[in-house]
């Protein structure tokens, strides 16, 4: 495309469907802190869309969305007062109440969310450039993810309802929370992947400090007062202020119990180091990824671009678990990029809202400006882009781009792009693939293309001791949610899954007793006459 077709792809302010339009702008003066809604008027931090609209003049530039609350470190101090008093050394109202109490103060959570879908799907859309079919899957599957969380925590629960007797000691295990979680996503799912650590955190009894992602951080607007109304005051707690100012000063104050901070493994190393007492933080992280695909001699080729491409490309690159680099083996690559170069010009590029679209405005010019940079450089080294137009930008706009062949030594080789371009590698020995997975800082996960069970069979042996989940004939992903997502090395740190997610927010803790007459009478006292909340026998239906 041109960049006069680019611009064409972006509306002209009355072409914007008025079933798609925001109601307004959404200028956003309060925050949630210790059971309320504060008012604030100090100073505010602008929202520009992805998404832009073309002038009379041909120019385009980014929609104003509304703007939120700039805050500072006396703020986000006072939220993380608030959880550690509503935490209270364990004792506040959240971390003592029942499961049973938590389960329905979250079910009262997500009616209330439930009703904000709309807003908080278009908000999506506007705010991250998100598609609408997307935007609505990631509000749902949140939803989904909620639901199928509460039915764990119930199973766990109900499994730790009995006594056990060993070896002359009776004893009860349960599940206990950990404390104030600092809780953070990131902006290419910022409710899910916020959520997919919040609310695990919250049912485990923690109370949070809530820092919404700089992109989509007004889509958590119309929940404050669903968690106002959901939780005891200073369960949950909101901070919007720059995280470079706040978030090292919140884990040097020593009193955050968890770090659970889906982003880059250079913050989350610095900020590791802020707690005065490292082993007192438990971290809960999701890091950088770069996922390689190893396209074998034998591969189905059809089946293997499909699914390239939609690793590679869907929202537009933007997920940790996009495929960001492919290796293709040179007997075929020639035919591999032929075929993948003809699927991206089908790619419907435009506007978040249209049926079909898959490449939308990224989240402004600076990362349509990283992709040309990491182009350029790989140009400069010997290699090119492949696809007629691949590269070409306006503004937020960016046409992928196919570059090959990527080698030590460039950018794409092993930065995570995180964004529309698609690097390929060939190679003869299959070694060499393997190699560049051994060597990379990443160990999130691989894709395999093949068709020989003994060539596959001895990549996956090597394979899972490299990454967490090796798939084969398929893109790399996340779901199903009940799977484990996990990472090595700098792709992160403890294991998410539904159930992962609830040991992670928390630790076993265990009362215990010499098996006496006196004891056994003492504890059936104490369950029959309900004179404590950890120790019960009781089943949550
Ligand atoms: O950005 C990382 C997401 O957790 C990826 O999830 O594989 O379902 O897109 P996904």
């Not at 986000?76 to 209270?88: E, G, K, R």
Request: charged share 20%; hydrophobic share 40%; aromatic share 6%.
């Amino acid at each position: 495309m041109t960049p006069s077709e680019l611009a064409a792809c972006f509306p002209t302010p009355d072409a914007v469907p008025p079933e798609h339009r925001l109601p307004g702008e959404l200028h956003q003066r309060h925050y949630l802190v210790d059971g309320r809604l504060e008012h604030w008027d100090g100073a505010c931090k602008p929202v520009l869309s992805p998404v832009c609209l073309r002038g009379a003049d041909g120019g385009v530039e980014q929609v104003p969305l509304g703007s939120y609350p700039d805050m500072g470190e006396a703020q986000s101090d006072a939220a993380l007062d608030a959880a550690v008093a509503a935490y209270a050394s364990g004792r506040g109202a959240w971390p003592t109440m029942s499961v049973a109490g938590r389960i329905e103060c979250m079910e009262r959570f997500v009616q209330g969310m439930a009703k904000r879908r709309e807003q908080i799907v278009r908000l999506i859309m506007w705010e991250i450039g998100k598609s609408l079919a997307d935007a609505r899957k990631e509000f749902d599957r949140t939803v989904e993810y909620i639901g199928a969380t509460i039915a764990a925590l119930k199973d766990m629960d109900n499994g730790h309802s009995r006594f056990t007797v060993v070896e002359g000691t009776i004893g009860q295990v349960r599940r206990t929370p950990l404390g104030v979680v600092l809780c953070m996503g990131p902006y290419n799912y910022p409710l899910n992947e916020t959520f997919c650590t919040l609310i695990p955190a919250l049912l485990m009894g923690n109370t949070v400090v809530l820092k919404p992602p700089t992109y989509g951080a007004l889509l958590f607007e119309p929940l404050l007062e669903v968690f106002r109304d959901a939780f005891p005051a200073g369960v949950v707690n909101t901070i919007y202020a720059p995280g470079e100012v706040v978030v090292p000063r919140l884990l040097a104050s020593g009193k955050v119990n968890v770090l659970a901070l889906i982003g880059s493994s250079r913050v989350a190393d610095f900020l590791k180091k802020q707690h005065p007492k490292s082993h007192r933080l438990r971290a809960v992280l999701g890091l950088d990824a770069k996922n390689a695909a190893i396209v074998l001699p034998d591969a189905d080729l059809d089946l293997a671009v499909r699914e390239c491409l939609l690793g590679a490309l869907s929202f537009n690159g933007q997920r940790c678990t996009a495929l960001k680099m492919l290796i293709v083996h040179r007997s075929i690559v020639d035919a591999f990029l032929d075929k993948f170069v003809a699927a991206l010009g089908r790619l419907k590029m435009g506007m978040p809202w249209e049926e079909g679209v898959q490449i939308t405005p990224l989240p402004g010019p600076h990362r349509t400006r990283y992709m040309k940079d990491a182009i350029e450089d790989a140009c400069a080294k010997g290699a090119r882009v492949i696809n007629a137009g691949g590269g070409t930008s306006l503004c937020t706009l960016f046409q992928p781009a196919l570059v090959y062949p990527v080698r030590e030594g460039m950018t794409l080789h092993r930065e995570e792009q995180f964004g529309p371009v698609v690097p390929v590698m060939d190679f003869d020995n299959v070694e060499e693939a393997l190699q560049y997975v051994i060597s990379s800082d990443h160990g999130q996960q691989v894709s395999l293309f093949g068709r020989d069970a003994d060539r596959i069979g001895a990549l996956i042996d090597p394979l899972v001791n490299q990454v967490c989940r090796v798939n084969i004939n398929a893109q790399c992903q996340r779901g199903p949610d009940v799977f484990p997502f996990a990472g090595r090395k700098d792709s992160a740190e403890g294991t998410l899954s539904i159930s992962d997610a609830l040991r992670a927010f928390s630790i076993r803790s265990m009362v215990a007793t010499r098996e006496t007459e006196d004891n056994k009478q003492l504890l059936n006292g104490i369950v029959r006459e309900h004179k404590s909340t950890f120790l019960n026998t009781g089943f949550i239906l």
